[in-house]
């Protein structure tokens, strides 16, 4: 059982369990993450690719930045790690709701297994129309006038992501699902991001909940945590895992 007031210290009350992943879980898979050495996406600052404003400027700019990423995530060698799995699995054996809030939108939480899952960004294997706002699963470069699927419109496909200044995805459930826990568990976010990087704050106003920050580094909101596990996800996720579940995991 993890340190400190873990949920099992919470005698009937509900011990769920949240988790809120950033790049730094797909690390180990091979996607690299936005602010480390290799943060600055061909040079340019994600902040000034993943908006509005630039994909009016400069679409073809920003679904290029995109067919890239689709590309490199459908690489057959890209696959989930050993964290993305423990997690799956202590979905499947904890007594609890567990869910994983994830800020990422490779797949690869949904390849572990993870079922209880939210893509507060959006997903990158799925493609929104500007026109009807249908969304569909799309694997395919959608630089080019493809249709719409839904209303058959062309050239309104853009990639189903949340970019800076846009509304989050599935925030209420969330913020629900903060407020109850028992357990708040951040891996692999540099905490620079909101409201994301505010879920602890949450957390700790509903006053009920452990938290547990798992990163290589000390992160921006490293200091609201009331336990600190440094070192790679890959190594360390299982390891909690097995602690909560009083068993191997795997
Ligand atoms: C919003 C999808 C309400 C795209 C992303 C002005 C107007 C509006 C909003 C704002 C504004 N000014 C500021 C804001 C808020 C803004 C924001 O926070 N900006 C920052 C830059 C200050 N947020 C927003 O705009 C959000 N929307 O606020 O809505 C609203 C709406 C309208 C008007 C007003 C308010 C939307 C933000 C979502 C942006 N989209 N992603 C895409 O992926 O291309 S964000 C992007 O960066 C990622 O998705 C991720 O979510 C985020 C943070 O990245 P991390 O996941 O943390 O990754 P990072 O590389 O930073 O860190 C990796 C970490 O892993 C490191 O700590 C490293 O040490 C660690 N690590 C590495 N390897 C390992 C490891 N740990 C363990 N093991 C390893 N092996």
């Not at 609890?96 to 690869?108: A, E, H």
């Not at 009807?132 to 694997?139: E, I, K, S």
């Not at 419109?153 to 599935?170: A, D, I, K, Q």
């Not at 620079?192 to 949450?202: D, K, L, R, S, T």
Request: hydrophobic share 45%; proline share 6%.
């Amino acid at each position: 059982m993890a340190a400190g007031a873990g949920p099992g210290a919470g005698g009937a009350r509900s011990r769920s369990i949240v988790v809120l992943t950033g790049a730094g879980i797909s690390v180990e898979s091979g996607l690299p993450s936005f602010r480390g050495a290799a943060g600055l996406w061909q040079g340019r600052r994600l902040e000034e690719v993943a908006t509005p404003e630039a994909f009016a400027r400069q679409p073809a700019l920003v679904q290029r930045f995109y067919d890239e990423r689709r590309r490199q995530l459908l690489d057959p060698a890209i696959r989930p790690n050993a964290a993305h799995l423990a997690l799956a699995e202590l979905e499947r054996r904890w007594p609890d709701p567990v869910v994983v809030v994830t800020q990422n939108i490779d797949d690869l939480h949904e390849r572990a297994g993870s079922r209880d899952l939210i893509h507060m960004h959006g997903e990158l294997l799925k493609a929104r129309c500007t026109a009807c706002a249908a969304v569909h699963g799309w694997q395919e470069d959608l630089a080019g006038a493809h249709r719409c699927p839904g209303c058959a419109r062309s050239g309104c496909l853009r990639p189903h992501v949340v970019w800076f200044g846009e509304m989050p995805l599935e925030l209420d459930a969330i913020q629900s699902a903060l407020e109850s826990c028992a357990l708040f568990v951040a891996i692999g976010t540099s905490g620079q991001v909101y409201p994301a990087a505010g879920f602890v704050e949450a957390v700790r106003g509903a006053g009920q909940a452990h938290t547990i920050e798992i990163n290589l580094e000390p992160s921006a909101i490293s200091s609201r945590f009331a336990e600190h596990r440094r070192g790679s996800a890959a190594a360390l996720v299982p390891a909690l895992v097995e602690e909560l579940l009083g068993a191997p995991a795997g």
